[in-house]
């Protein structure tokens, strides 16, 4: 917006000599009609904030170096949020420059994104504010009012944390240059984190779209952050891979439509779900209620209203209770929550119809659902020690991608306790397999949901990154003698979809944790490759917590996605869970990684397993490793009640 910047501040200086040659104000009637009846149409706004905007003209852009302009024509730092809306973006003239422009084809919101990551590169965990111009039109030309928000997706995991409203309420301030603080967020580099302003509400009858100008970063002491304008956007809107660490897998799900966006205040249990007979009739033992939700803690649980006394379950500790009613079991990430039947039935009985027909969640911060399923308890695995088969491939829904044709090497480590990995990405977040050369013809495998096909093949488990499908699944559908299931593999998703990776490796159980002991010297220990950091010593609770069925969680960022632990204080200096990394081929087990390679697990029986079962012989003191840099965000000891 160079040309644009001279241009106003002419402007500016005009204005400022016709002001000193008048007296009083005036405005045209039609200009005095359009803001009386936006005022009017925009009712839920303070008059507060109508009378700021109505005595201020849309300020002029200032020029700083480093902010994005778009008179490059670059924009592949931004997208468009998949799923969000229908927009288009491109690179327009707009109020006499350059601007970005993001076309709503179908539908009142949209949510741009921008990677943060991308465009300031290590600089982007030194951001705490953006400036940027707004602009909005409507498609059929005419004024109307429009509102949203800042979203910054950050952190190891990327989570969802809602900023700063900004709104355009009047036509004299349309562009406006709004100021978003962000200075309560910790944005991580190299994760994927990245922000996203949205337009959530308008009073426009026709497509309302937007342009964006003059973006400008900075660091907390308003010092402008490097912008670089011919980066390009990664995963934004894309899921990054859902943590499942500590939870079940879920086949079978059925998905409950009236939690979608359900949200209330802490300790408060929000609009209460009356279950229809099919969700019911799912609740059956092995069976568990899976939520997707954000909350101001990480936590989240549910209410049974109408059982013969209202009830929480999986409220643990919450209420200060002990977990009588149970801990649900929650992810590292803190936005995915499961309960189990038999959690609910150690409550209530195993009589459902005593558990009534109404469902409400509830935490203890601000929380709002994403979405509510039943489904089935199945084992969650993660894939150790594998060999990576060099494939990539893509393809769009209902399509199968190339062919991958396995070696003899690749054939023979297909055995009983093997698995299939996948990475990915997809629209959907499925992803499963087929076996174009199978003896029985034709098989897809894993689909389960998608195919409507009863489920008779099986369900993949999916994170959204990474896709795990046993030799075990495999051999139900297509015979135990690998010779039948051909030597040729495909992949496949019912939306668009591309492969990464495909490894063969040993399937190894997720251990599912609901009760934690939390180590907080861990945090922010960090090392070089080959290097174990800080010792730190455990007290005598921490020591506790380690018994039969316990596990070690640590929440990290590698240079490579490896982590494990080191126990310097035992009889002989041992590292625990590095697997081929030592060289020792998996002797001292293999840590158990999650698909972002961010959360890893060591369990006691691995550490029994070379150490005895002895814990005062393991001693006191625990360090952590990698084969590169690293660094701890949180270790905790967890067990399952």
């Known amino acids: 917006m160079r040309k644009n ?74 997208k468009v949020i998949s799923g969000a809306d229908k927009s288009e973006l491109s690179v327009v003239d707009y109020n006499g420059s350059k601007a970005l422009y993001a076309k709503n084809t179908e539908g009142e919101k949209m949510s741009v994104g921008f990677d943060v990551n991308a465009i300031l590169g290590e600089n982007v965990t030194k951001l705490a504010k953006i400036q940027v111009n707004i602009g909005i039109e409507s498609s059929d030309s005419e004024f109307y009012s429009a509102s949203g928000f800042i979203y910054s997706y950050a952190g190891e995991v990327a989570k ?161 209770n002990k977990g009588a009613n149970g801990y649900a079991y929650v992810n590292g990430a803190g936005n995915i929550a499961q309960i189990t039947y038999e959690q609910i039935a150690a409550v209530l009985g195993e009589d459902t119809t005593a558990w009534g027909n109404v469902l409400q969640c509830e935490s203890s911060g601000a929380w709002e659902v994403n979405s509510v399923k039943i489904g089935t308890k199945v084992d ?21 991608g190339a062919q991958i044709t396995l070696t003899e090497d690749q054939i023979a480590l297909l055995v009983p306790g093997s698995a299939f990995e996948i990475s990915y990405k997809s629209v959907t977040g499925e992803m499963w397999m087929v076996f174009p050369g199978a003896t029985k013809g034709w098989t897809r495998v894993g689909q389960a949901n998608y195919a409507g096909d009863n489920y008779a093949n099986g369900s993949a488990q999916c994170d959204g990154s990474t896709a795990v499908l046993t ?93 494990w632990i080191v126990l310097p204080g035992a009889p002989q200096w041992q590292r625990i869970g590095d697997g081929d990394y030592a060289g020792n081929k998996g002797a001292n087990g293999y840590a158990y990684v999650n698909g972002a390679g961010n959360i890893a697990q060591i369990t006691y029986e691995q550490i029994a397993a070379v150490l005895g079962e002895d814990t005062t012989a393991w001693g006191n003191v625990l360090q952590c490793e990698a084969s590169g840099a690293w660094e701890v965000n949180s270790l905790k000891i967890g067990i399952a009640k």
């Not at 891979?241 to 209330?264: H, P, Q, S």
């Not at 496949?492 to 944790?513: F, H, N």
């Not at 800080?534 to 007290?539: D, G, R």
């Open 5 to 78: 910047k001279l241009v106003a501040l002419a402007l500016v200086a005009a204005m400022a000599i016709t002001a000193s040659a008048c007296t009083g104000t005036s405005s045209s009637s039609s200009a005095s009609s359009s803001q009386s009846s936006q005022a009017e149409a925009s009712s839920s706004e303070s008059s507060k904030d109508l009378e700021e905007e109505t005595t201020t003209e849309a300020p002029a852009p200032v020029e700083v170096e480093g902010d994005l302009d778009f008179e490059d024509g670059n924009y592949a730092f931004a």
């Open 471 to 563: 030799y075990e699944q495999i051999a139900a559908v297509l015979g135990d003698s690998v010779a039948d299931w051909g030597n040729v593999i495909q992949c496949e998703a019912s939306s668009a979809w591309e492969v990464t990776d495909i490894k063969i490796g040993t399937a190894t159980k997720v251990v599912q944790a609901n009760s934690f002991v939390d180590v907080p010297d861990f945090a922010g220990v960090k090392d070089g490759g080959w290097s174990q950091g800080a010792q730190i010593t455990l007290t005598e609770d921490q020591l506790a917590a380690l018994v039969p069925g316990s596990v070690i969680e640590i929440s990290y960022k590698s240079e490579n996605g490896e982590l």
């Open 160 to 320: 969802e944390v809602k900023g700063d409203a900004w709104s355009v309420y009047l036509e004299t301030a349309n562009p406006k240059t709004v100021t978003f603080d962000l200075s309560g967020v910790t944005f991580v580099d190299g994760a994927n984190n990245y922000i996203a302003i949205t337009k959530e509400t308008d009073n426009a009858p026709a497509a309302q779209n937007m342009y964006f100008d003059n973006i400008v970063f900075y660091d907390a002491d308003d010092n402008v952050l490097a912008a670089d304008s011919t980066a390009e956007a990664g995963a934004i809107g894309e899921s990054a891979g859902a943590d499942r660490m500590n939870l079940f897998g879920i086949e079978k799900a059925i998905t409950i439509d009236d939690f979608a966006g359900v949200k209330d205040g802490g300790w408060s249990q929000g609009a209460q779900i009356t279950l229809t007979e099919d969700q019911l009739a799912a609740l059956v033992p092995g069976s568990v209620i899976e939520i997707s939700y954000k909350s101001e803690n990480g936590e989240l649980w549910i209410v049974l209203p109408g059982a013969p006394q209202w009830q929480r379950i999986g409220d643990g500790d919450y209420a200060g």
């Open 380 to 400: 969650n695995y993660v894939v150790t020690g594998a060999t990576s088969l060099g494939a990539s491939t893509k393809d769009g829904g209902w399509s199968q």
